[in-house]
């Protein structure tokens, strides 16, 4: 059984840095598409950041220049690297991959677990 465990999250004053990590387990042939995703208390979740398999990257423009999204393959891990942060950054965020169990299989959509991100003015 495949899963996505987050990590990462935190409290941080404005200006300041987080790394999230979004690790994939379980048995599976290759992770393509990853995004992050999060959801600010009483908001619609919004796609923050994409990585593709061929390694194309799209931010959000509330976060272009700050946000900086890459993949570790050996350890089957997505980086969220968070520069700058802002209050408005409060959220929970959430990584979901596009991930191939099997051979010839098509992608099966995966999420994490969300974890807590809390930006202090």
Same mark, same amino acid.
């Given at each position: 059984?495949?899963?996505?465990?987050?990590?990462?999250?935190?409290?941080?004053?404005?200006?300041?840095?987080?790394?999230?990590? %979004?690790?994939?387990?379980?048995?599976?042939?290759?992770?393509?598409?990853?995004?992050?995703?999060?959801? #600010? =208390?009483? *908001?619609?979740?919004?796609? @923050? #950041?994409?990585?593709?398999?061929?390694?194309?990257?799209?931010?959000?423009?509330?976060? *272009?220049?700050?946000?900086?999204?890459?993949?570790?393959?050996? *350890?089957?891990?997505?980086?969220?690297?968070?520069?700058? +942060? *802002? =209050?408005?950054?409060?959220?929970?965020?959430? %990584?979901?991959?596009?991930? @191939? +169990?099997?051979?010839?299989?098509?992608?099966?959509?995966?999420?994490?677990?969300?974890?807590? @991100?809390?930006?202090?003015?």
């Amino acid at each position: 059984q495949v899963q996505l465990v987050e990590s990462g999250g935190g409290l941080v004053q404005a200006g300041g840095s987080l790394r999230l990590a %979004c690790t994939a387990s379980g048995r599976f042939v290759t992770i393509n598409d990853v995004d992050y995703y999060r959801q #600010a =208390p009483g *908001k619609q979740r919004e796609l @923050v #950041a994409s990585l593709t398999s061929g390694g194309s990257t799209n931010y959000a423009d509330s976060v *272009k220049g700050r946000f900086t999204i890459s993949r570790d393959n050996a *350890k089957n891990t997505v980086y969220l690297e968070m520069n700058s +942060l *802002k =209050p408005e950054d409060t959220a929970v965020y959430y %990584c979901n991959a596009q991930i @191939v +169990l099997r051979y010839y299989d098509s992608n099966r959509g995966y999420w994490g677990q969300g974890t807590q @991100v809390t930006v202090s003015s």
